[in-house]
Each structure stands twice: as C-alpha cells, then as structure tokens.
C-alpha cells in the first residue's frame, strides 16, 4: 500500500507526535463519535495544540444509525464553518462507524483531503481501516453511498482493546479468521492458539494479529485498489454473511453473520466439490474457539435468506458470485475470483450447507 | 489521459452505437438537467433502447442553484429505487452544471460507477468535461463539495454548439485562449484568426478548438491528477477572476471573470518583471475579438476585491499563489508553478495591474 500503517502499544499517546512527524497538516479536524470523543479526544487535540497544531473535534452521536448523509453533510459544513482549508486532515478517531463517515467527509471536502485513520475497535482495526473504503448508509442498504480514500496513515493503539467489552474483542476476530482463511492457513493455527490471549485483549496478542491482518489485507488490497478483482476474494464469508444480516435486520453483528457465513460458505465449496472436505469444521472449530456462533438459527430458512442472496451486489444474470476455498488458506480460483453458482441450485445447496437436510455431523 | 474524448459533429446522434461500442453497461442512468433533457434525452434513451441496452432519464431543474447537496441526494436516490447497480453506468448530458453534478452522483455511488461526459454547452467541452473534477455547491462556497472521478468517455458533438445563444460561444471561448496562453501560442493565434467561425458557431472551427483544448488540458491533468503539481497552471486568470466572480456576488459569468482575470494577471506579472512586456495586451486583443471584457468594471475596486484574493485557496501562510506567464504559451516556473505574492505588496500591484493608477495604455 501506499500508506504507512504503525501498530504500537501507546501509539493513542503518541499520536500528536505521530501526526506532526508523519502526516503534517497546518490544521487537523478530529472526527469521532460522541462515546470516543470523550475517552480520547480531549487529550489528542491538546497534544496537538503542545505541537503548535491547532485542532478542532467534531463530533456525531455514536451507532450505525448516524452514519447516513445527514452527518455528513453537518460535519462537512462544520469544516466550512471553521474555515478549514484544502490543506487541513480529519483525523478519524474510532471504530468502523467512524472510520467510514469521517473518511467519506474527508473523501468529498473540497474534491479530498486527507484523512489519518486512528481505529479504536478491534474490528477497525483488524479490517475497516486499511483498504480506503469510505461511505454512508442509505435508508435501502448499507454503504451505498460513498468513496474509495485511502488514508494517508493508519495508527492502531493495541492497548485500547482491553477496555473494551469481551464481546467486541470477539466480533472482531471473525475478519482476522478470514483473513487466514483465504491467504494464510498458519496465521488461523496462530489465531487458534492466541484465542484465550485475544480474547482477553492482551495488547501482545492483539498488536501481533492486527499486524498479520493488517498486512494480508493490505496485499491484496494494494493489487486491486478498487475491487475489479483480486480484491473480492475478501468477500469469503460475506455473501452469505451479508445475507443473515439482512434477514435479521441487522440484529446479527456483522461478526457473528461473517463467521456463519464463512462456514456455510465452505460447506458449500465442500458440497460442490470444490473445497477440500473438513474446511467448514476445521474453520467451525476456530471460530468457536473465539465465542462466534457457527450454525444458522433455526428461525431462519433458506427460503428467508434466499431473495437477500438474489439482490447481492455480486448477481450477475441471475448467477449468485461466491468466493470459494479449496482449502484452508487458499482461495478457489475458476475463471474469476468467484464462483457462479446457477439460481435454481442454490436453494437445496444452500439447505444442506446450512445442514438442513436431516443432522449434519460436519457442523460441529 | 486513461479515457477518450472524441469530438465529431454528429456524434450526439451516434450515442447509442458509441455507448454500446465503447462504454457497454447492461443498464444506463442518464443524467441531464430540464432544458437539456427535452432537446436530447428521450432519443438517447430510445437509441440505446434500439441496441438492447435499458436507459432511464433522471433530471433537475436546470441552474447552478440546483448544483447542491439536496439534488445530488434526489438523484442518488433515484438510481436507489431504480435499483441501479455497480455495474449501470451514468450518462451525463449537459454543460458544465450537468457535468458536475451527474460526476459527483456516479462517484459516490456504491463508491463509485463510471460516468460518461457528453457536454452540451462550449465551455463544458473546451474544459470542465475533461480532468474528471465532480462536485456541488455550498451554501458559502462553490464546489466546496466534491471528488476527483475521472469520465470512462468524454463525448463531444461540435454541431450542437450553433444552436446555443453567441454569447454562451463567448464565455465559452475564455478557457480556450487560457489553454494557448499557458502553453500554446501559436493555438491562440489559431483561436485569433478563427474567432469570427467560433462566434458564429461553425461545427469545423468547434470542433478543432475543442480537440486542441481537450489535448492540451488532458496531457496537463494525467500529469498531474490531483492538482498536486502542474495542473495548477490551468488557474491561469482564476485567482483574480474568482474573486472577480465573488465580489460581484456571480453576476459577472465565469468566461467574462476569467478574461478580465487573465489580462489582470498577465498585467500584474508584467509589473513584476516576470511576465514580458506587452504580454496582457496582447492577450486583451484576442480575448475582446471573442467579445469578452478586459477591463474590471470601475464600480469594483481593489479594496473590495482583496478580500476575496485573501481568502483564497492557495493563500499558504498569508502569501496568495499565483500562475504567472513568462510570455505567452509559456508559464513562468519559479520554485513552485505559482508565485507567492506578499499581502503587503498586493494592494499597490492589483491597483497597477488593474490600470487604477492613471491612465494605462497597456490596457487597451
């Protein structure tokens, strides 16, 4: 990539000197959400102001549900307000909500300026912040509207894990299990035996995985900035995912419908021959390691998650593209980086991968 | 340049066939505003229909005060509800207003989707359709608002232009003598001797000024994207002539402020010992056989227009940045491509350049 990502213990302290030495700006507009806010961002614009770099916070009450065009446009016309210039940054200080609302203001004021992304969930940090994508939600669907814009430096404090509930620490490792799943099978052995440590938030743990991931993603991310190809094969897990979060109206967190989602994803590979059987129980078994839910809830049948499936961004011809495994740690590759897989198949597909068809012993 | 811009008389009626040839999308939104829309929508729309190839026409009320934030979200909307796809691509059909506006919606959607230019107006296809600048207005400033989306295809049809009022042809022809003033003197000689045919809306004498400014603004913006580098020599007669536009709060057009602007600044760097003498008159003689104003109007004087010159852009530490010819067809490069101009000195040099001085005879 083109763009530095520093992943230290203390780096939240660090930061005013980080930014002074790395990502120099005359002004800083710091953009975080009001929980962040207040544990963070008092003392980053104050160590700012001790490095002669003035800087302002902007704020938007925190949830997913602000992340709309709406708050966009109120941040952006607080930059306008301040007088911000084209040579100003926003500094995104704290999780995927954030990231991707302040990477977008940022993406659009004045045709772009640039943004230093400072994750501060174990989700963005493991995934949400490296990969340029910014972006709001619309009332019918998620991210619809928005931009790629790489930040011009990410900075991830470890440290800042451990105060947050276990649950958190648990949805973010479902995208760092993806990343091993698709590219590293050594990195997913690693995960398995970090999980207690991970899990725990041991800033050791945490600094080596956000690393690995960090550097899986960026590779990729780096030879297909804009998704035309090798880029979707971090989708793994995600149309499905995508699909239970849909179904659920978003009461599944994107964790737990990605870590589902990866295994009956690999369950389907297996049914189709494509991938190497046992993937979807070894897999099964990591994600279990950490707290992620593997099975489908029962309430939900094929035929709710179905007509999500049809409308995937990914349908072409009415042919669903999935991303295979053919084993752990490599990706499937046919003609595309996706597999097309006929409408008419997908239903009984669908229903024995999600092990509906009588007990299936491969998931777990 | 990525993309090509082809300019051919007749090439509005071969849209379709282009389109299906060169941009191929399985569904199009085409994006126009309410004047343009009824001359050329509905047979784009049929054409493409003819080729198999699905269109749907989206409008606004024609204007640059509809160049905002609200319509860019009505028709973001309405590729939404459409059910608009990554893979349908936007048709952008109109002038410079059309373009910016039609840009911002198709970069920001899904993050992104290509956008086709087909400038309708002169000055949309001597410059803004070409180096992929998109955005709206903001209530305190003009493209406040906006990403860099660079068209897939520029497509410009010359005949269209006799059509239009002579005075659109006219401001119009502003930025064509910019981009000979810059770095061709010999096309403003060209531009010299054709003016008559341009003004009189010949499709020839069109169409070559619009394929020489489109080479010359296109080999200048993909050596420069972001406006990082060189591409700030094509602010040539914009510093003086924005703040022209603001302190007339935009009743003077762009093409008049832009003209004026150039000779002020040619005028101004003359007095500086950059530019060569005679330069500014010149410049003045080929700008007023296109009828365009030289002079800034009486009523508006160097202390209302400094401020505007202050809050400038490229102010950087309080010094304005300026493009400054060394003669005509060439920029004077000093450390950067703009010079910075002390505040202090700017009042007494805007007075000289502007001729409030006494009499000058330099200009006309």
Same mark, same amino acid.
């Given at each position: 990539?083109?763009?530095?990502?520093?992943?230290?213990?203390?780096?939240?302290?660090?930061?005013?000197?980080?930014?002074?030495?790395?990502?120099?700006?005359?002004?800083?507009? &710091? %953009?975080?959400?009001?929980?962040? @806010? #207040?544990?963070?961002? $008092?003392?980053?614009?104050?160590?700012?102001? +001790?490095?002669? *770099?003035?800087?302002?916070?902007?704020?938007?009450?925190?949830?997913?549900?602000?992340?709309?065009?709406?708050?966009?446009?109120?941040?952006?016309?607080?930059?306008?307000?301040?007088?911000?210039?084209?040579?100003?940054?926003?500094?995104?200080?704290?999780?995927?909500?954030?990231?991707?609302?302040?990477?977008?203001?940022?993406?659009?004021?004045?045709?772009?300026?640039?943004?230093?992304?400072?994750?501060?969930?174990?989700?963005?940090?493991?995934?949400?912040?490296?990969?340029?994508?910014?972006?709001?939600?619309?009332?019918?669907?998620?991210?619809?509207?928005?931009?790629?814009?790489?930040?011009?430096?990410?900075?991830?404090?470890?440290? &800042? %894990?451990?105060?947050?509930?276990? @649950? #958190?620490?648990?949805? $973010?490792?479902?995208?760092?299990?993806?990343? +091993?799943?698709? *590219?590293?099978?050594?990195?997913?052995?690693?995960?398995?035996?970090?999980?207690?440590?991970?899990?725990?938030?041991?800033?050791?743990?945490?600094?080596?995985?956000?690393?690995?991931?960090?550097?899986?993603?960026?590779?990729?991310?780096?030879?297909?900035?804009?998704?035309?190809?090798?880029?979707?094969?971090?989708?793994?897990?995600?149309?499905?995912?995508?699909?239970?979060?849909?179904?659920?109206?978003?009461?599944?967190?994107?964790?737990?419908?990605?870590?589902?989602?990866?295994?009956?994803?690999?369950?389907?590979?297996?049914?189709?021959?494509?991938?190497?059987?046992?993937?979807?129980?070894?897999?099964?078994?990591?994600?279990?390691?950490?707290?992620?839910?593997?099975?489908?809830?029962?309430?939900?049948?094929?035929?709710?998650?179905?007509?999500?499936?049809?409308?995937?961004?990914?349908?072409?011809?009415?042919?669903?593209?999935?991303?295979?495994?053919?084993?752990?740690?490599?990706?499937?590759?046919?003609?595309?980086?996706?597999?097309?897989?006929?409408?008419?198949?997908?239903?009984?597909?669908?229903?024995?991968?999600?092990?509906?068809?009588?007990?299936?012993?491969?998931?777990?």
């Amino acid at each position: 990539m083109a763009y530095d990502v520093i992943v230290d213990p203390g780096a939240l302290e660090a930061l005013p000197d980080l930014l002074a030495r790395e990502a120099r700006r005359p002004r800083f507009a &710091v %953009i975080s959400d009001s929980n962040v @806010a #207040e544990l963070y961002a $008092g003392e980053l614009v104050r160590g700012l102001a +001790g490095q002669g *770099l003035p800087a302002e916070i902007f704020t938007f009450p925190a949830g997913e549900a602000h992340k709309n065009r709406e708050w966009w446009g109120r941040l952006t016309d607080g930059l306008v307000e301040g007088g911000f210039g084209r040579d100003a940054g926003v500094v995104a200080l704290g999780g995927g909500v954030v990231g991707d609302l302040a990477g977008f203001v940022a993406a659009t004021y004045m045709r772009g300026i640039p943004v230093v992304q400072v994750p501060t969930t174990l989700v963005a940090m493991i995934d949400s912040s490296v990969g340029g994508k910014t972006g709001v939600d619309h009332p019918q669907g998620k991210n619809l509207v928005g931009a790629f814009h790489p930040p011009e430096l990410v900075v991830a404090d470890p440290r &800042v %894990i451990r105060t947050l509930p276990r @649950a #958190e620490r648990s949805q $973010g490792m479902a995208e760092a299990v993806k990343h +091993g799943a698709i *590219l590293d099978e050594g990195y997913v052995t690693e995960l398995e035996e970090m999980a207690p440590a991970l899990l725990a938030g041991s800033e050791e743990a945490v600094g080596t995985a956000v690393r690995r991931s960090v550097e899986i993603k960026g590779d990729v991310v780096s030879r297909d900035e804009r998704e035309g190809g090798l880029r979707q094969i971090l989708n793994f897990g995600h149309t499905v995912g995508h699909a239970l979060e849909g179904v659920s109206d978003y009461s599944i967190p994107h964790g737990a419908a990605v870590s589902m989602g990866m295994v009956v994803e690999a369950r389907l590979g297996e049914e189709l021959g494509i991938t190497q059987e046992g993937t979807a129980r070894r897999l099964g078994r990591v994600l279990e390691g950490f707290g992620l839910p593997v099975t489908v809830p029962a309430g939900l049948s094929s035929s709710r998650i179905l007509p999500f499936l049809r409308s995937d961004k990914k349908v072409r011809d009415g042919r669903l593209g999935m991303v295979l495994l053919e084993r752990l740690g490599v990706v499937a590759r046919g003609r595309e980086w996706v597999h097309r897989i006929d409408g008419q198949r997908l239903e009984g597909l669908l229903n024995r991968a999600m092990g509906r068809n009588g007990p299936n012993p491969d998931l777990v």
